[in-house]
Nanobody, 121 residues
Framework: QMQLVESGGGSVQAGGSLRLSCAASGIIFSISAMGWYRQAPGKQRELVAVIASGGSTNYADSVKGRFTISRDNARKMVYLQMVSLKPEDTAVYYC???????????????WGQGTQVTVSS
């Protein structure tokens, strides 16, 4: 089955930067859209950024101008470059991918286990 693994989280001071990475495994799947979500304690999981297979992107209003999502289709990787981090960015960040099984054409939505981002003031 396809698996997503996030990395790059950590603790930084306000104004700092982090780069999150997500690696997808599974050669029998064709990945379309990929994205990043985040969830803070006591809050709903929210969409941070999404990137389509063709490269078009969308961002949550709260991160526009500060976060950049990118992908490497050949390596099946998606990244989230975060700059000017704020305490309110503190959350567990999850990688998400929409894919299709190459043999059956069955659609699949996959989630990573998450990586913690903590921003202190």
């Amino acid at each position: 089955q396809m698996q997503l693994v996030e990395s790059g989280g950590g603790s930084v001071q306000a104004g700092g930067s982090l780069r999150l990475s997500c690696a997808a495994s599974g050669i029998i799947f064709s990945i379309s859209a990929m994205g990043w979500y985040r969830q803070a304690p006591g809050k709903q999981r929210e969409l941070v950024a999404v990137i389509a297979s063709g490269g078009s992107t969308n961002y949550a209003d709260s991160v526009k101008g500060r976060f950049t999502i990118s992908r490497d289709n050949a390596r099946k990787m998606v990244y989230l470059q975060m700059v000017s981090l704020k305490p309110e960015d503190t959350a567990v960040y999850y990688c998400n991918a929409h894919s299709t099984a190459l043999i059956t054409g069955k659609p699949l939505i996959s989630w990573g286990q998450g990586t913690q981002v903590t921003v202190s003031s």
